[in-house]
């Protein structure tokens, strides 16, 4: 998930609300209202994107792996 509005450079945090395509251009809230809901690069309809609370890379890790990561240095 892109962390910005490729038009204005605006943050874009996981909670916050953003605008797709279906190539996952990404736009703020507030260009995507002056762009009429369409992608500028593929005249796609922009929708909003989906919210996610923690970064897949922030996800406690759980089982084997974990449990060697613990017992080897």
């Given at each position: 998930?892109?962390?910005?509005?490729?038009?204005?450079?605006?943050?874009?945090?996981?909670?916050?609300?953003?605008?797709?395509?279906s190539f996952e251009c990404t736009f703020?809230?507030?260009?995507?209202?002056?762009?009429?809901?369409?992608?500028?690069?593929?005249?796609?309809?922009?929708?909003?994107?989906?919210?996610r609370r923690t970064s897949p890379t922030?996800?406690?890790?759980?089982?084997?792996?974990?449990?060697?990561?613990?017992?080897?240095?």
């Amino acid at each position: 998930m892109k962390v910005s509005c490729e038009r204005c450079s605006a943050r874009l945090g996981l909670s916050d609300h953003a605008y797709i395509c279906s190539f996952e251009c990404t736009f703020c809230p507030t260009c995507v209202e002056e762009l009429n809901q369409v992608c500028p690069n593929c005249q796609g309809n922009l929708v909003l994107r989906p919210f996610r609370r923690t970064s897949p890379t922030e996800v406690a890790k759980t089982g084997f792996k974990a449990k060697l990561e613990k017992i080897l240095p």
